[in-house]
C-alpha cells in the first residue's frame, strides 16, 4: 500500500513541476522527502516523464550530496564536520559514534537500517561547534560522551517501542 | 576599408576573420595547440585547461573560450603555460591504466602522442587509477573507464550531435565518471550503437569492439568458405591507415589484401546497394501511389533504425522494409552459394568490412539470424581491417590491385555514392526518375542533394506530381526533423538519413579522424569513384538485372520479400523490471499493469491508474489485484496501453480498463 | 500615489501606533544557534507564564493595547551563550535562557521591572556584569548597519520591517530612479560583492543593464558554502525581507523581471523563512506585477540547493538551477551578459543584496563614511575557532584582526576553553579559498585588496581563529580535503589535481614525505591555480599555498625531521612513558591493541615504537600523565 501512496505521490509530484526537465532538482528533492532515498525505477520513470535521458537524472542524482540511491537509515546523524567544528575535533565525535554503532568508512548505515552516520560540511551552527543533526535535530557543543548518550537513549527508546508494539 | 583586425600570436600577425575563439585563430596561425576538449562541431566545455595560452594584461586564459579582440598580443609557449601543460599531463596519466603497448588507441591516443610531444619521461604524482570495471556488454563498443580522461567529448556527442544521452557524467570531483544510467551496461540502454563517441574518444576509454580473432580464426579453418564484402565508405578510408590521403581510393589494393589474408571470395556491399536501390525505389513508388506510410524513411543505417524504434514508434510503419545492404547480401549470398556450391550455410562465413561500429549490432539483431546461423556472420571496421593487414605485414600501398569477383562484385557508381550522406537519396533518384517518366537520361548526377549540412531538403517535380525530400545526417538533425514531421510544420515524402554527420565516411569504424576536412576528403573520393565507374544507376547493372530473372522473380516479390526486407519493433529503451505497486493476498491475483512510457504519459496513463484505483478501492479489490506501472508495452503508437490479466488493452480508457477488471475479478466477488 | 504605498504608509503608521501602546517587548532568539539549544521551548513558556501571570499576552500585533508583546527574532549573533533573550524597551540581554527561567524573569523583570541578575553577561576579563548590548564589548565595538535590524525585529513579520523603513528603497527604486541612476548610486556608493572575490556591484548590474533582452534574471546566492561561515544564514533568517528588497532594486537596475533566491539545503529555517518573506511580499503587491504603481514586475523564488558547495560558483548555480549537475562553465560569456538560459543574469550574495536598500534610503555619503575608500561599508564575518566570543559580527572593513580577536572576540583559548594569552597563531579567512592570516598581519586593515595581497581573501567572511596548539600542516589538509571532495570534476587540474595535493599532504603528515614533496606540492598548488576553471580551483591551492608561505618552518619540521611542532600529527608522534611517574598500573599495557607496552608490575612500562600504532589509547587510560606524545 505504501508503495502505491509514493508512487501516486511521484506522479503529484512530476504534475506540479508541471514535468519541466529544469525542475528536476526540486522533483529530486520532493521525491526523496517521500521514499528517504532515490530508487533507481523511481528515477527511471522521472526520466522519461521528464523527456530526459536516465543517465543525465543519474548524473544528476550523484552529483549533488543530498540525494542518496541507497535507502538510509532511520536515524540519520549527520555530524558536521565545517571548519569552527573541525578545529573543535568534531571528528572525534564521529569516530565514537562510528565505533559505537559498529560503522566505518564505506560502511555509513547499521544492519538493523535503524542508524546512518555521515560527516557533512557545515551546518550554520558554528558557533555552538562541534555540532551534529539527526534527522531534523540539531545537537550543539558535544563531546564524545554527550554524542554517546545522545545514540544510547535512542537505541533506548526504539527498544521499548519495539516492546510495546510486541505488546500491542 | 580598414575594417581588419589582426593579433599577435607568438610574435606573428594573424588576421582575425570569422574564428569564435583564440584557439581556432591560434590553430589558423599554424600552432597546433593541444586539446582534449575542444570540438569545433560541439558545445565549448572548457575543462582539458591544455589550451590556456597567456594574452597580455589578461593573465592566463582558456584559449577555447576567449573571443579575439582587437590587437590581442597572445604567447603560446610560456614557461608558465609549458609548466602548466606537462602538470596537467602528468596528472592525467598518473590516474590512467598504465597498459598503453596492448591498448586498441595506442598508435593514435592523443594522451600517448601528447606525453611524447611535450617530452614528459616521469610521472611525479603517485597512480591513483582504480581498476574499474571494463564494459564489454555492447556489441559495437567497449567502455574502458581506466583510460578516460573525462574530457566529456564522448558526453556531448551523444547527447548534442545524436540527442541520444546513453552515457553522461555521474558522481562529482575524483569519482566523476562517464557511464550509462546507474551504472548499467552499455547494452541495456539506450545506446544506438552509433560509436560516435568512440569516433571522438581521445583515448582509448571507448572503442570499437573487435571481432579480428574470430576473423582469423574462420580464415583458418579449412572447413570454411570465408566471403568478403566491403562497404562503399572504405575504400577512401582505409589508405589513411598506410600513409594515403583520405579519400584516395583503395578499392583494389584491399581486395589484393583480403585474398592475401585467406578470403575465398571478395565481394562489394555496393552491389546490394544498387539492389536496395531498386527495392526501396519500388516501395516508395508503391507508397506514393497508395499514398501509404509517407514519408518513407530510408532504412539502410542500423542506428538510425533503433533510433526510430526506441524513440519514434509511432514511425516505425515508415521505415523501409528493405534490409540494408549489407544484410541483403549477407542473406543473398549464403542462399545462393550454399546452392551452388552444395555447401551448409554454417560453413559460409560472411565478413564485412564496414565503416561502422552500427553494423555490428545490425548483424546480431534476431530478424537476421535463422536456425542459430548469422546472414553476417562478423563485422571488421575499417579500423580493424587495416590492423589485420598490419598483422600481416603487407605493404598496402604498393599491392598489385585486384578485382572484386562476380557477380557480387560488380557495382554501379549509384551503389558506391551510398557512403556518403544524400547517396542514397540520389541512387534512389537516378532510378525514380527514368522509372515514373520512362525515359532514359543522359546525366546522372543530382549534385543538389550532395553537401555538408545536417539537413538538407529539396523539392522536385516528376511526371506532374510534385516531390519533397529530406537528407539528414546527425541523429539530433534527424529528431528534430521528425519533430517537425510530427506536428505537421513541415511534409516530405521521402526522407534519408544518416546517424553519422556526413553519413558513412564519417562512420566510428573509419580509421581514427577528428577533423571535417578529412571527412570532406572522403567524400570528394566517393563521388570520384562514382564518376570513374562505367554505369552509374542501379537499374543498368547487368548483375542485378540477371539476378531478378534468374534468382528473385519479381522486384518486391516472395523471394525478395524473404531474403531482402524485414520487420522493425518498437523497443524499450532501458531494460528495466516494473514497479510492483499493490500485491494480491494470493498468488494468483489479478496481474494490472499500467504502461508509464513517455508517450502513454503524454496520453493520460495517469488518469487510467487512478481510475483502476478508485475502482479497486471502492470495491475491495485491493489484496486480490496486482498492480505494476511498466515503462513501455512497446506499442507506444496505440497508447495508452493497460494490460490485465492476458488483455491488452490498446488505446485504454478508464472504462474499457474498469469493465476489464470487473470481468476478470468476477470469480473473486 | 497608489494603493501600495498607501498600503505600506498605513501599516507603517499602525505599527508605530500600537507598538507604543505595549508595555514590554520580549525578543526571543530563533537563530539556529539559539534554536539548536532550544530556544523555542523558551518562546513558547514566556507565552504561557505571561498569560498564567495575569498580564496579557501579545503574539500578533494588531491592535493598540497593552501588554507583553513576545516575538521571535532573527539570528541575535552571541551564539555561544545562547538562547538569547532581549527584553524591551530597557534593552536587557539575557544568556543562556532556559524554560525554567522564564517564571523569574517575568515576576522579576516584566512586572517589577527589576534585572534579573544571574542571567546577565559577564564580560569575563573584567567581570563585569553587562546589562544589555550596549554593555557588552561582542556588540560595544561592532558596527551593525546590515545586521542592524537582525536580531531585533521578527522576521517573519513582514509589517515590523516596513515598519522600520522597510521597501521605502524598492519604492524609491520603482517610481523615482531610473535604472540608469539605481546603478549610477550602486556604483557610487562603492559596494563590491560580499561573496568573495569583491567585484564591484554597480559595474556588475551596468553590464546587465545594457543588455537588450527581454528576458533577464536576478538571482541571490544563497549557497554559503564554506565551512565555518553562517554570515548569509544569519541575514536569511533574521531580515529575509531585506533581500527581497534588495532584488526587487536590483531588477528595477538591469530590467529583470525574474528571480531566484537559491539557498543552501543545509539551511532550512532559512529557506522557510525566505519562502514565508516571499509569500508575504506577494500578498502585499511587494513582488508581482506593477510593483508601486510601477510599470515594473518582478517575480520571485526560492531554489533550495542539493548539496554542493561548487554551487556557490556562478556558473555552477546557473546550472542547478536549470537542473542540471552544477558543473561551472567557462567565462565569458559572463552571466550578466549570457546566464540563465542564456539571458542577461546578475548574482549577487545575500549580504550585497541586504546592503542594497540601506544605500539606497540612507545614501552614498552614509555608506562611503563606512569602510575604506576603495573597500567602503561594512562586513558581516562568522567568528569561530579557539575565541571566547564566537558569532556573527558586522565591522566596517578595514577593521583590524588585532581588534577583532581582542576587542570583539575576546581574546584567544586554549583547548580547554579558557583565555590563552599570546595564545594566538593564525587566522584563517576565507574558508576553503582563502588563506592564513599571521600575528604579522594583526594591524592590516582587513579589506578586500589588503587581504589578496597577503595571499588570503576576505571570501564570504568566515573567520576560524587557531590557537597555538594548532598543526597548519592539519589545517591545510583539512581545506584540501574539503575542496577536493567538493571539487565538481569538471576540469583537470582541479580534479586530479587537489587529489594529488592532498594525498602529498598525507604523505607529510603521515612522515612519508621528502624533500622533494614540497616542490612538487608548490609546483602543483601553483598550476591547479592558474589552470582551473572556475574560482573553486583556482583558490583551493590558496590554505596550502598561505600556510606554506607561512608557516613553511612547519612543514619543514614534518618532511626533515618528522616531526610535528603542535603535536597534533599522531603518525609523528613518539609515545613514551616517563619512568618517573609510571607506577607500573599495567593499565596502558593492558589496554594497548597491539601489545606495545611490556613492563613487571609496580615498576616503569615501555613502549616499543615499532610495534606502536599511536593510537593513543595508553595516553587516555594512564590515570598517573606518564604517557606523554612527544618530540622525538
Known amino acids: 500500500m505504501e508503495t502505491l501512496r509514493k508512487f501516486e505521490r511521484v506522479l503529484e509530484i512530476v504534475e506540479q513541476n508541471g514535468r519541466q526537465p529544469s525542475r528536476l532538482i526540486p522533483i529530486l528533492q520532493a521525491v526523496q522527502a517521500e521514499y528517504r532515498y532515490l530508487p533507481e525505477e523511481v528515477l527511471t520513470f522521472i526520466a522519461t516523464s521528464l523527456g530526459v535521458s536516465p543517465a543525465k537524472v543519474f548524473g544528476v542524482a550523484t552529483f549533488y550530496s543530498l540525494f542518496t540511491l541507497k535507502p538510509k537509515g532511520k536515524y540519520h546523524i549527520r555530524v558536521c564536520n565545517g571548519t569552527a567544528c573541525h578545529v573543535k575535533s568534531s571528528m572525534e565525535i564521529f569516530k565514537t559514534i562510528q565505533k559505537k554503532l559498529n560503522l566505518r568508512d564505506g560502511k555509513d548505515t547499521t544492519e538493523d537500517m535503524l542508524f546512518t552516520v555521515e560527516t557533512v560540511n557545515c551546518l550554520g551552527a558554528c558557533g555552538l561547534a562541534p555540532a551534529m543533526v539527526i534527522n531534523e535535530e540539531v545537537y550543539g557543543q558535544l563531546t564524545p560522551e554527550r554524542a554517546t548518550e545522545i545514540i544510547e537513549d535512542i537505541i533506548q527508546k526504539e527498544a521499548t517501542h519495539e516492546l510495546d508494539s510486541f505488546g500491542a | 576599408m580598414n575594417e581588419y583586425n589582426y593579433i599577435t600570436i607568438d610574435n606573428k600577425e594573424v588576421l582575425v576573420e570569422d574564428e569564435k575563439n583564440l584557439l581556432e585563430l591560434i590553430r589558423k596561425a599554424g600552432i597546433n595547440l593541444p586539446t582534449f576538449c575542444y570540438h569545433s562541431d560541439l558545445s565549448v566545455y572548457g575543462a582539458c585547461r591544455l589550451c590556456m595560452v597567456e594574452v597580455e594584461g589578461m593573465g592566463l586564459v582558456p584559449s577555447c573560450s576567449t573571443p579575439p579582440s582587437p590587437n590581442m598580443r597572445v604567447k603560446t609557449n610560456t614557461e608558465e603555460i609549458r609548466k602548466m601543460r606537462k602538470i596537467i599531463v602528468e596528472l592525467l596519466l598518473a590516474n590512467h591504466s598504465q597498459s598503453c603497448p596492448t591498448c586498441q588507441k595506442s598508435a593514435d591516443c592523443q594522451l600517448q602522442i601528447l606525453a611524447r610531444r611535450l617530452g614528459i619521461t616521469e610521472i611525479r604524482f603517485k597512480n591513483q587509477n582504480k581498476n574499474l570495471p571494463i564494459d564489454d556488454s555492447s556489441p559495437s563498443i567497449v567502455r574502458d573507464p581506466n583510460k578516460c580522461v573525462l574530457c566529456g567529448d564522448c558526453v556531448r556527442i551523444c547527447s548534442e550531435v545524436q540527442s541520444v544521452g546513453a552515457i553522461d557524467f555521474a558522481y562529482r570531483g575524483a569519482n566523476t565518471i562517464v557511464i550509462p544510467s546507474f551504472g548499467k551496461d552499455l547494452d541495456k540502454v539506450e545506446c544506438i550503437n552509433c560509436g560516435q563517441c568512440a569516433r571522438i574518444c581521445p583515448t582509448g576509454a571507448l572503442t570499437p569492439k573487435s571481432e579480428i580473432e574470430h576473423v582469423w580464426k574462420a580464415l583458418h579453418d579449412p572447413e570454411k568458405i570465408v566471403i568478403a564484402q566491403i562497404a562503399p565508405a572504405v575504400r577512401v578510408a582505409i589508405g589513411e591507415m598506410f600513409g594515403l590521403e583520405p579519400g584516395v581510393i583503395s578499392t583494389g589494393q584491399t581486395v589484393a589484401a583480403l585474398r592475401a589474408m585467406g578470403f575465398n571470395r571478395v565481394y562489394d556491399t555496393c552491389f546490394t546497394a544498387d539492389l536496395t536501390v531498386i527495392e526501396e525505389s519500388n516501395e516508395f513508388i508503391r507508397r506514393v501511389s497508395q499514398n501509404k506510410n509517407l514519408p518513407q524513411f530510408t532504412s539502410c543505417c542500423p542506428a538510425w533504425v533503433k533510433f526510430v524504434e526506441q524513440y519514434y514508434p509511432e514511425f516505425v510503419q515508415h521505415l523501409s522494409s528493405c534490409r540494408s545492404p549489407q544484410q541483403m547480401f549477407g542473406a543473398l549470398t549464403k542462399e545462393i552459394i550454399s546452392a551452388q556450391f552444395n555447401v551448409e550455410k554454417a560453413n559460409i562465413i560472411v565478413v564485412s568490412i564496414m565503416p561502422c561500429t552500427a553494423k555490428k549490432f545490425e548483424a546480431k539483431r534476431p530478424e537476421f539470424i535463422h536456425d542459430g546461423i548469422k546472414d553476417v556472420d562478423y563485422v571488421l571496421t575499417t579500423q580493424e581491417l587495416g590492423r589485420m593487414i598490419e598483422e600481416t605485414g603487407l605493404n598496402f600501398s604498393e599491392l598489385e590491385p585486384e578485382s572484386f569477383n562476380l557477380p557480387f562484385g560488380f557495382k554501379t557508381g549509384a551503389g558506391v555514392i551510398f557512403g556518403n550522406s544524400g547517396g542514397v537519396s540520389e541512387a534512389v533518384l537516378r532510378y525514380t526518375t527514368e522509372k515514373l517518366t520512362g525515359e532514359k537520361r543522359e546525366h546522372y548526377e543530382f549534385k543538389n542533394v550532395r553537401g555538408d549540412n545536417g539537413i538538407r531538403e529539396i523539392k522536385f517535380n516528376l511526371a506532374d506530381k510534385d516531390f519533397s525530400m529530406a537528407i539528414v545526417s546527425g541523429l539530433g538533425n534527424a529528431r528534430e526533423l521528425l519533430e517537425k514531421i510530427k506536428s505537421k510544420e513541415v511534409h516530405y515524402d521521402f526522407v534519408e538519413v544518416m546517424a553519422c554527420p556526413g553519413g558513412c565516411v564519417g562512420g566510428a569504424g573509419q580509421p581514427v579522424f577528428t577533423e571535417i576536412e578529412i571527412r570532406r576528403k572522403r567524400a570528394r573520393g566517393i563521388y570520384d569513384n562514382d564518376r570513374m565507374l562505367e554505369l552509374h544507376k542501379s537499374q543498368d547493372n547487368p548483375y542485378i538485372i540477371e539476378l531478378y530473372s534468374s534468382f528473385l522473380g519479381e522486384v518486391g516479390g516472395e523471394k525478395a520479400h524473404k531474403l531482402l526486407h524485414t520487420h522493425y519493433k518498437s523497443r524499450k529503451r532501458i531494460a528495466d523490471e516494473d514497479m510492483h505497486l499493490t500485491y494480491a493476498d494470493k498468488e494468483e491475483g489479478l496481474e494490472v499493469n499500467v504502461c508509464f512510457g513517455t508517450s502513454c504519459f503524454i496520453k493520460g496513463a495517469q488518469r487510467i491508474f487512478r481510475g483502476i484505483l478508485d475502482y479497486i478501492n471502492a470495491n475491495g479489490l485491493r489484496n486480490k489485484v496486482n498492480v505494476s506501472a511498466s515503462f513501455c508495452f512497446e506499442s507506444c503508437e496505440r497508447g495508452p496501453v493497460a494490460r490485465i490479466g492476458d488483455h491488452v488493452i490498446e488505446r485504454c480508457t478508464v472504462d474499457l480498463a474498469i469493465e476489464t477488471i470487473k470481468k476478470e475479478t468476477e470469480p473473486y466477488v | ?632
Open chain 3, 1 to 632: 500615489m497608489n494603493w501600495t504605498l498607501l498600503g505600506l504608509n498605513k501599516i507603517k503608521k499602525d505599527f508605530s501606533l500600537w507598538e507604543k501602546s505595549v508595555n514590554h517587548r520580549v525578543l526571543v532568539c530563533a537563530g539556529t544557534g539559539c534554536l539548536v539549544n532550544g530556544s523555542m521551548k523558551v518562546y513558547e513558556e514566556f507565552i504561557r507564564i505571561i498569560e498564567k501571570s495575569g498580564l496579557h499576552v501579545i503574539v500578533e500585533l494588531k491592535n493598540e493595547e497593552e501588554g507583553v508583546w513576545v516575538s521571535k527574532s532573527g539570528c541575535q549573533g552571541f551564539c555561544q551563550i545562547g538562547p538569547l533573550v532581549t527584553i524591551l524597551p530597557e534593552n536587557i540581554l539575557y544568556t543562556k535562557v532556559k524554560p525554567e527561567d522564564v517564571f523569574d524573569i517575568v515576576e522579576t523583570t516584566l512586572k517589577k521591572g527589576e534585572l534579573l541578575h544571574r542571567l546577565l553577561y559577564i564580560e569575563p576579563h573584567m567581570q563585569k556584569i553587562c546589562k544589555g548590548t550596549e554593555d557588552i564589548p561582542f556588540y560595544q565595538r561592532q558596527c551593525r548597519f546590515v545586521l542592524s535590524k537582525c536580531g531585533a525585529i521578527d522576521p517573519e513579520d513582514i509589517r515590523e520591517y516596513i515598519a522600520r523603513n522597510g521597501y521605502l528603497g524598492a519604492l524609491r527604486a520603482c517610481t523615482e530612479m531610473t535604472p540608469e541612476e539605481i546603478c549610477k548610486t550602486i556604483t557610487d556608493s562603492g559596494l563590491r560583492g560580499r561573496g568573495g572575490g569583491g567585484f564591484p556591484t554597480g559595474k556588475k548590474w551596468d553590464t546587465a543593464r545594457v543588455q537588450v533582452s527581454e528576458k533577464k534574471y536576478v538571482i541571490c546566492n544563497g549557497d554559503e558554502g564554506d565551512p565555518g561561515a553562517f554570515m548569509d544564514m544569519g541575514v536569511m533568517e533574521g531580515n529575509p525581507h531585506s533581500i527581497i528588497e534588495g532584488m526587487i532594486i536590483a531588477s528595477r537596475a538591469i530590467g529583470a523581471d525574474e528571480g531566484y533566491v537559491y539557498v543552501r539545503a543545509e539551511y532550512p529555517l532559512a529557506v522557510k523563512r525566505m519562502r514565508k518573506a516571499i509569500k508575504d511580499a506577494y500578498e502585499l503587491g511587494l513582488l508581482g506585477s506593477k510593483i508601486f504603481g510601477s510599470d515594473h514586475t518582478f517575480h520571485l523564488q526560492v531554489m533550495e540547493g542539493a548539496g554542493a558547495f561548487v554551487c556557490g560558483e556562478e556558473t555552477a548555480l546557473i546550472a542547478s538551477i536549470e537542473g542540471k549537475r552544477g558543473m561551472p562553465s567557462p567565462k565569458p560569456p559572463f552571466p550578466a551578459i549570457s546566464g540563465l538560459w542564456g539571458k542577461p543574469t546578475i548574482i549577487n550574495n545575500v549580504e550585497t543584496l541586504s546592503t542594497i536598500p540601506l544605500i539606497i534610503t540612507e545614501g552614498v555619503e552614509k555608506f562611503r563614511q563606512m569602510g575604506t575608500e576603495n573597500s567602503p561599508g561594512t562586513k558581516t564575518f562568522a567568528i569561530t575557532g579557539h575565541v571566547l566570543n564566537t558569532g556573527l559580527i558586522e565591522m566596517p572593513l578595514g577593521v583590524t584582526l588585532r581588534e577583532i580577536v581582542y576587542g570583539v572576540a575576546g581574546g584567544i583559548t586554549g583547548d580547554d576553553g579558557h583565555v590563552m594569552s599570546d595564545g594566538f597563531k593564525a587566522a584563517q579567512i576565507g574558508g576553503p579559498s582563502g588563506g592564513c592570516l599571521t600575528i604579522e598581519h594583526f594591524d592590516l586593515p582587513i579589506d578586500f585588496d589588503s587581504l589578496k595581497k597577503a595571499g588570503a581573501m576576505v571570501g564570504s567572511g568566515g573567520l576560524v581563529m587557531m590557537n597555538k596548539n594548532t598543526c597548519m600542516v592539519s589545517v591545510a589538509r583539512f581545506f584540501m580535503q574539503f575542496t577536493q571532495s567538493e571539487s565538481c570534476g569538471k576540469c583537470v587540474p582541479c580534479r586530479e589535481g587537489t587529489k594529488q595535493m592532498l594525498s602529498l599532504l598525507d604523505d607529510i603528515i603521515e612522515g612519508k614525505a621528502t624533500e622533494e614533496t614540497l616542490e612538487i606540492l608548490e609546483d602543483l598548488a601553483q598550476a591547479v591555480q592558474k589552470g582551473s576553471l572556475c574560482g573553486l580551483g583556482k583558490t583551493a591551492p590558496n590554505p596550502v599555498l598561505s600556510t606554506l608561505r607561512y608557516f613553511r618552518e612547519e612543514y619543514e619540521a614534518h618532511v626533515k625531521h618528522k616531526y610535528c611542532p603542535a603535536g597534533k600529527c599522531r603518525a609523528l608522534i613518539k609515545f613514551t612513558i616517563d619512568s618517573e611517574l609510571c607506577k607500573g598500573c599495567t593499565l596502558c599495557a593492558n589496554k594497548c591493541p597491539t601489545g606495545a607496552i611490556t613492563g613487571e608490575k609496580k615498576t616503569p612500562h615501555r613502549i616499543d615504537p615499532f610495534l606502536c600504532i599511536k593510537c593513543g589509547v595508553c595516553i587516555q587510560t594512564c590515570k598517573f600523565k606518564a604517557i606523554k606524545g612527544d618530540k622525538p
